[in-house]
């Protein structure tokens, strides 16, 4: 290869790395954007997120507690970047779907962009599944727990520390955010041919066991979450099935008719 040649197949290579920058640019300063906005309401997006708790608890009078000095700041730090990175995910797919789609033939593009829909639809159903049902269950199971003291036995009273709570609900809404996304990630895996809708009926006993281990990992210790989180994965491995089925339809109609045109071509051909 000459020298003009190697120049020549790198400039691509440059531009896509420019474009590559760009994308990146504009994705870091909207998280960083709205990562100050967050801090700054930070309180009351952290009282927003107490509701679940006050909703398990029967009671709007709750108490947190913070043992170090510095703990509720990073506590609002850590806030600040789960509500950046939640509201901002619109951008930073829109960044990615503009970086890739040069490269995608039109119909690439339109079979990518549901998808690509559904993503940020789908984490947010998980999260509304957490907020609004798995929190305030998995509240009233924990303070349950709870003693009252008196005839000799010990006051166990339940201190929930600020950083402790919103780590616990955090990982509960991720949890169930990326679970949501089985459906993504199998039509993609339809869509690419890389798996059907046989393999996964095949495979279902094995999703059952994997969904409850997938639970009892991502999921506190409490057998709430662990089914709260199970339970949805298997009735989404059912909708990706349906999913892998309709993907695979379409996929032959538009063999079926391309092979028509192809033989209607053929014979106009022959009888010209």
Request: proline content about 4%; hydrophobic content about 50%; aromatic content about 14%.
């Amino acid at each position: 290869m000459s020298t003009d040649e190697v120049e020549a197949s790198s400039a691509p290579l440059i531009e896509h790395l420019i474009e590559l920058r760009r994308r990146l640019f504009y994705s870091v300063i909207a998280i960083a954007v709205f990562f100050v906005i967050c801090f700054i309401f930070a309180n009351q997006i952290f009282n927003i997120l107490v509701i679940p708790y006050q909703w398990g608890a029967g009671t709007t009078d709750v108490k947190f507690v913070y043992t170090a000095l510095q703990e509720y700041f990073f506590t609002q730090m850590k806030l600040a970047f789960f509500g950046a990175m939640f509201i901002s995910f619109p951008i930073v797919a829109s960044q990615i779907y503009k970086f890739v789609a040069p490269g995608l033939y039109r119909n690439e593009r339109q079979a990518f962009l549901p998808f690509l829909i559904a993503t940020p639809v789908l984490f947010l159903m998980g999260a509304c599944l957490v907020y609004f049902l798995i929190m305030p269950m998995a509240t009233r199971f924990f303070l349950s727990q709870q003693q009252v003291g008196g005839n000799g036995l010990a006051t166990i009273e339940n201190l929930q520390a600020v950083s402790a709570y919103l780590s616990l609900i955090m990982t509960l809404i991720f949890a169930f955010g990326i679970m949501f996304q089985l459906p993504v990630v199998i039509g993609l895996l339809a869509k690419a041919d890389l798996i059907t809708s046989k393999t996964l009926v095949e495979k279902r006993k094995y999703a059952w066991v994997v969904g409850f281990i997938i639970g009892a990992v991502l999921t506190p210790p409490d057998p709430i979450s662990q089914i709260g989180l199970a339970a949805p994965s298997l009735l989404l491995y059912e909708v990706s099935i349906i999913l892998a089925r309709f993907i695979e339809k379409q996929r032959n109609e538009r063999r079926r008719a391309e092979e028509e045109k192809e033989q209607a071509e053929s014979e106009s051909a022959s009888t010209s």
